[in-house]
């Protein structure tokens, strides 16, 4: 009887902290139950990196003098992986948070550069680009917010949800780079999200 409390302990622990890692802290998303459409918009701008919160400048620095400091990689390695950074930053964590929210709710199109009634905005604050040891892989975590809202008066919040170091797993071929890992933590967040806004709409 003991044993069994303390399985059931242990497991309403684990529920209730995966669900502090992504949390509504108001509002809902019922808007969304007859539209077709979502605009999704990605900010990136002042993000904090890992424990220490070091600005974006300072963490690229960092990782500029590692590769850098690498014969097998020098010059041309900073060349490659810094622009794969740019590119990344500015096309590939939306396309990767939209590819999540599809995969769950299929009912709602989400797109960049959309004209629909209503907007995803994704605020990041924090990341982890957590790393890659061969066969161990530490992945990526994020924080920040998630906000609906009206996408002719941004100001009208209709729900908002919260990301503590989210860091849910899901398969991925994108673990060895940085930005791959960022990518695969924005898809993570949202096929969570993607599920729950499809069960706010039973």
Do not use: C
């Amino acid at each position: 009887m003991k044993k069994l409390l303390l399985i059931t302990l242990l497991i309403m622990m684990t529920m209730a902290f995966g669900q502090e890692k992504m949390k509504l802290t108001s509002g809902d998303f019922k808007a969304l139950k007859d539209q077709k459409e979502v605009n999704v918009e990605l900010r990136f701008d002042n993000v904090l990196f890992m424990k220490e919160n070091f600005t974006e400048a300072q963490y690229l620095e960092n990782r500029k003098e590692d590769v850098l400091a690498n014969p097998k990689r020098g010059k041309e390695g900073w060349k490659k992986w810094i622009g794969e950074w740019e590119r990344y930053k500015k096309e590939e964590y939306i396309n990767y948070f939209t590819k999540g929210l599809g995969k769950y709710y299929k009912d709602v199109t989400f797109k960049k550069d959309g004209s629909a009634q209503y907007t995803l905005i994704v605020d990041t604050k924090w990341l982890s680009p957590g790393w890659h040891g061969g066969m161990i892989v530490m992945e990526a975590q994020v924080s920040g917010t998630i906000k609906l809202v009206e996408a002719g008066n941004p100001s009208v919040v209709l729900a908002e949800v919260e990301l503590n170091q989210f860091d849910k797993f899901i398969q991925s071929k994108e673990e060895v780079m940085e930005y791959g890992r960022i990518a695969t933590v924005y898809e993570s967040a949202g096929r969570y999200l993607g599920k729950e806004i499809k069960k706010s709409m039973k």
